[in-house]
T-cell receptor, first 113, second 115 residues
Framework: GQNIDQPTEMTATEGAIVQINCTYQ??????LFWYQQHAGEAPTFLSY????GLEEKGRFSSFLSRSKGYSYLLLKELQMKDSASYLC??????????????FGAGTQVVVTP | GAVVSQHPSRVICKSGTSVKIECRSL??????MFWYRQFPKKSLMLMAT?????????EQGVEKDKFLINHASLTLSTLTVTSAHPEDSSFYIC???????????FGQGTRLTVV
């Protein structure tokens, strides 16, 4: 199984940058996902990393270091609508080559004016 | 992106009754769907993996007779909460895998309240 750890909550002001860290311990690894979830809604996909390095997608970037079991999600130019929970999820080495996602507890990001 | 539709979005039922939740992939075929449960301010807990045409694979601690999963077609999986009790009240979310894409897509979720 996996142990996935991320901070519970982070607060930042509009226009600022916030970095959400995620560490994981896994018996098998087949990629790491970041999802955004607004209260009462389903998660929406943000990013996917399977190789080491940085993936940039607009205001959001995600980094992965497999040797360290570490990832972060970087949110730039924060907007009020970015207030949400951000979920780190690890895909294990499933028998069907795709596997299943195990989620961290999520980091609640609060953006203040 | 691919669309997954989950229905109903909210349901209130009496203790002892059963509730069926549907998860449909609208524009792709999903050989695998996943059912999650989420408690307030907690993360998603994987309940089971649903494979089209075969029995679901349940995670440890999840009662398969309590949470019946059927995946009879490539676009539909259902979760039936049988003999519901107040402790079954939760947010249930499905996700479906499109083989041509890396990520899984989530339904809108179902808020179940058992009274």
């Amino acid at each position: 199984g996996q142990n996935i750890d991320q901070p519970t909550e982070m607060t930042a002001t509009e226009g600022a940058i916030v970095q959400i860290n995620c560490t994981y311990q896994t018996s098998g690894f087949n990629g790491l996902f970041w999802y955004q979830q607004h209260a009462g809604e389903a998660p929406t996909f943000l990013s996917y990393n399977v190789l080491d390095g940085l993936e940039e997608k607009g205001r959001f970037s995600s980094f992965l270091s497999r040797s360290k079991g570490y990832s972060y999600l970087l949110l730039k130019e924060l907007q009020m609508k970015d207030s949400a929970s951000y979920l780190c999820a690890v895909r294990d080495q499933g028998t069907d080559s795709w596997g299943k996602l195990q989620f961290g507890a999520g980091t609640q990001v609060v953006v203040t004016p | 992106g691919a669309v997954v539709s989950q229905h109903p979005s909210r349901v209130i039922c009496k203790s002892g009754t059963s509730v069926k939740i549907e998860c449909r992939s609208l524009d792709f075929q999903a050989t695998t769907m996943f059912w999650y449960r989420q408690f307030p301010k907690k993360s998603l807990m994987l309940m089971a993996t649903s494979n089209e045409g075969s029995k679901a694979t349940y995670e440890q601690g999840v009662e398969k007779d309590k949470f019946l999963i059927n995946h009879a077609s490539l676009t539909l999986s259902t979760l039936t909460v049988t003999s519901a009790h107040p402790e079954d009240s939760s947010f249930y979310i499905c996700s479906a895998r499109d083989w041509s894409r890396t990520e899984a897509f989530f339904g809108q979720g179902t808020r179940l309240t058992v009274v």
